[in-house]
């Protein structure tokens, strides 16, 4: 005979639903905005009807967002925050929030609300319709400088000739992905990261949604020129090895152009000596000219060996100083890239 133990009767406790839509915002000295945007990111998604949550990611800022994400994490538990060490940059501040989504999809967008969140029921739809990415397509772009306009639309030109990914044109980090493209993301351990052209990479359904990019509500933007150089550079490091290909091209025309010029040169002298060759400024140039096509090649190559320096120190990614709203401590996440 078999003794079946008797049950234990648990007490029923309301167990919190696992979200199915994450939003991630970075946040760099944007305490001014952040009230406004848990109020717009809280009115859409409960229209929505699904359980969310906001993950917020303090990347070292200076004024108050800490406090003010602590508070919000206080009076709403579906947010939750990461306050990271220091200052890591917007790239490794999303991926800081990725590592930390619980939801079937994932949202990223801007703390400075120029992402409406009003457009999520839209990307929300379309993932219903099975797709894994839903970007969004900057149609008109409000509040920005025409020299921030026109340095994006040559930059993305300039992506798609050099790079075999396809990078849509026009779209920045707003954008859902599915919890697949999530983790294939995750799996990326690279330093210098360019996450637009890594969830391009990935593959699966992908499909745009052209929204108009508001201004900043509050505050300035936190990209400099160096930082948009940068990330530029690492933009088109991380995906195309064309300019290291440069070298040998503008190797083999140079030698070219110069066999050319030693026939031309031997011929005259042979079979035309009415005038002697002279050209003391022509060798000048030519030689400044050489030596200068050198140095931008030896510079390109440090750009890709610099990367691959960082690359294989294997350092974590990032490093977390306080979360809120998360079960283990801090000390207990795992950082990245320590394997
Ligand atoms: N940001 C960040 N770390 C940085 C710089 C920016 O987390 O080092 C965040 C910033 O708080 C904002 C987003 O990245 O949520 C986009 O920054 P910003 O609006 O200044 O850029 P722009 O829209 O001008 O390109
Ligand atoms: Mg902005």
Redesign the pocket.
Known sequence: MTLIAPQPRHAILPVPMPPVLSIV????D?AAVLPDLYRRVHEVLDTLGEPWELILVD?GSLDRSSEVIAELCERDQRVRGIALSR?F??QV?VTAGLDATRGAATILM???L?DPPEVIPEFVALWRQGYDVVYGVRGARAGESWFKKATASGFYRLMQRLTSVPIPVDTGDFRLMDRRVVEAVRQMPERHRFLRGMVSWVGFRQIGVVYARQP?WAGQ???TLAKMVRFALDAITGFSHLPLQLASFLGFTLAALSGLAIVAVVFLRLFDSSQPLLGQATTLVAVLFLGGVQLICLGIVGEYLGRVADEVKLRPLYLIRQRWGFDEPASDAVPRGVR
């Open positions: 915002v970075p946040v760099h944007e990347d200052n940059g917007f501040a801007d703390a400075d120029q900043r933007t936190k990209f």
